[in-house]
């Protein structure tokens, strides 16, 4: 091998780690990550220390898949010990951060009275001093913007953190990763590599276009004792080339999700990208090796983790043109920015778009559109839904939009005219917002609140709404997280009868009676459009 030129195999499973947790958008940011760090990470490792047989039935129980358990089988409770040990010595600054973002909140809940803030600048905690404004809204609940080009620039951010795990994948059963840190195991190895590294695009392109196998070694820094795994990963056999659309019109494919390709003979606009690696099953899909050499646009809907997958995104960046994201609200602690996060692991050309603002492309544009709900309430902006014209036809990417003022639809209906084809996500019985949000909250929320503030998207009441205000002639049901190869992200198992199916068929029933092309997505879809 050392001779030749050889290409990664398509079945290299990429893990993103951050101090060996699965790394997703919340960790990247510095005040999020700090906040997880202490209010999830250590409270997981502790209760997984104190009762590591609570953590391995849990696990195994359908009802519990997603939830705070570690699923290393009971076993390897010293591993953990000394991650948590070895964290709390290499990250004080985080643990440090995360107890002022506390005792700032809780500074200004006791003090700020709707009189001038300016004196509270002296209690500020010293870390955060010049990292923060202290603002009121217009009944002086007072609250506080972080200032986040500056965090990122500070001694809270440090790639020194990051790293990522290679090994082979061959099936879709991987175990649920935001809740079990990633230790070492047989068959994989770790690459201590920033994200924003230009060998990861080396690396990864050399799935297309072979690379000398010395030089690999070289740029990825790998060790003599990991050269045998690294080896195993790399193939001289030559891969299928990707045959990109042709056609005068364009094209949709599904990918699974909300992952969604489409493509005209000129452009190419990849939709939240979360993909399957390639290997045999029963399921058929795309895959990595069904994407285009490059793509023009990588879209964005909003800031969770099944739609932002860094695991992805890192091994595409290379053939990624610009990225469009929702613009952030601007410093709340709920809502980091995703153009920073994703500049800051080594995107270049990442544009945020905000509600009706449209960027013009080659045969078509792509235009913001309001996302309600679905982020529990909190003052979340980073989300949009997309209105795609291209080739002459209207396309909603409406995401987890989730129509709880349907009369907006109407306001975009005389804005944009009727839309010809709809995507919206149907997860109507969502988490509560402790699930993801719960790290950040600085208070502890009564259940019945917590209870009642849900990521959930529309039901069918609401998705019937839409399709009839916008006049849309066919509707997908997708973002539903069926695929078995996305549960190590979305620890979603439905049955027949499970509220999100039930509405979701209501939905296509309805439009099927109408006439209209109806169907929930899963596995691969593929529409052309003339
Ligand atoms: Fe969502
Ligand atoms: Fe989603």
Not at 326 to 336: E, F, Q
Not at 473 to 498: C, H, R, T
């Amino acid at each position: 091998m050392n001779s030749d030129r050889v290409y990664l195999r398509s079945n290299t499973l990429l893990e993103p780690l951050i101090d060996q947790w699965y790394a997703w958008t919340h960790l990247i940011p510095p005040a999020t990550c700090a906040r997880n760090l202490t209010e999830r990470h250590f409270k997981i490792m502790d209760s997984y220390i104190a009762a590591p047989q609570i953590h391995a039935s849990a696990v195994k129980n359908p009802k519990m898949l997603g939830g705070p358990f570690i699923d290393y089988d009971g076993q390897r409770v010293d591993e953990i010990k000394e991650l948590r040990a070895r964290l709390l010595k290499q990250r004080p600054c985080l643990v440090t951060l995360s107890k002022a973002l506390e005792e700032l909140d809780r500074l200004l809940q006791s003090h700020a009275k709707g009189e001038s803030l300016h004196s509270l600048y002296r209690q500020v905690p010293e870390v955060l001093k010049g990292y923060v404004e202290l603002v009121y809204d217009l009944n002086n609940h007072p609250s506080f913007r972080l200032i986040e080009p500056l965090l990122y620039r500070s001694e809270f951010y440090s790639t020194e953190s990051q790293s990522m795990m290679l090994s082979h994948i061959s099936g879709d059963d991987r175990p649920f990763v935001l809740s079990t840190p990633r230790l070492p195991q047989a068959g994989a190895l770790q690459m201590k590599l920033p994200f924003a590294h230009e060998s990861v695009d080396y690396l990864f392109s050399s799935k297309l276009d072979p690379k000398p196998y010395p030089e690999l070694v070289e740029r990825c820094g790998i060790p003599p004792e990991d050269e045998q795994v690294f080896q195993s990963l790399f193939t001289t056999e030559k891969p299928a080339r990707y045959r990109p659309y042709q056609g005068s019109g364009a094209r949709w494919r599904y990918f699974g999700h909300a992952c969604i390709l489409l493509e005209t003979a000129t452009v190419s606009i990849l939709f939240d990208p979360v993909l399957s690696y390639t290997y045999e099953s029963s399921i058929s899909r795309y895959t990595y090796d069904d994407l285009p050499e490059k793509i023009d646009y990588v879209v964005i809907t909003h800031n969770h983790q099944d739609h932002v997958l860094l695991e992805t995104l890192l091994q595409i960046r290379h053939k990624v043109g610009c990225v469009v994201v929702p613009r952030s609200g601007g410093g709340s602690l709920a809502d980091p920015s995703l153009k920073l996060m994703l500049e800051n692991i080594g995107f270049r050309n990442v544009v945020e778009l905000n509600e009706m603002e449209t960027l013009d492309m080659d045969c078509g544009s792509i235009t913001g559109l309001t996302f309600m709900g679905e982020h529990a309430d909190l003052d979340v902006r980073s989300k949009l839904a997309y209105m795609v014209e291209i080739r002459g036809h209207k396309l909603l990417f409406a995401a987890d939009s989730c129509n709880i003022e349907p009369t907006l639809y109407r306001h975009l209906h005389r804005l944009m005219g009727d839309v010809r084809t709809l995507f919206i996500g149907m997860e109507c019985d969502g988490a509560p917002l402790s699930w993801l949000y719960g790290p950040l909250l600085t208070r502890r929320m009564e259940r019945v609140q917590d209870e009642s503030r849900r990521l959930s998207g529309s039901n069918y009441a609401q998705a019937i709404e839409i399709v009839n205000q916008l006049n849309c002639k066919e509707v997908f049901v997708y973002a539903m997280g069926q695929e078995p190869w996305l549960n190590y992200v979305m620890s979603i198992k439905y049955a027949a009868d499970s509220n999100p199916i039930v509405q979701s068929n209501q939905l296509i029933e309805t439009c099927r009676e109408r006439g209209m092309l109806a169907e929930r997505l899963f596995g691969e879809h593929e529409m052309h459009l003339d």
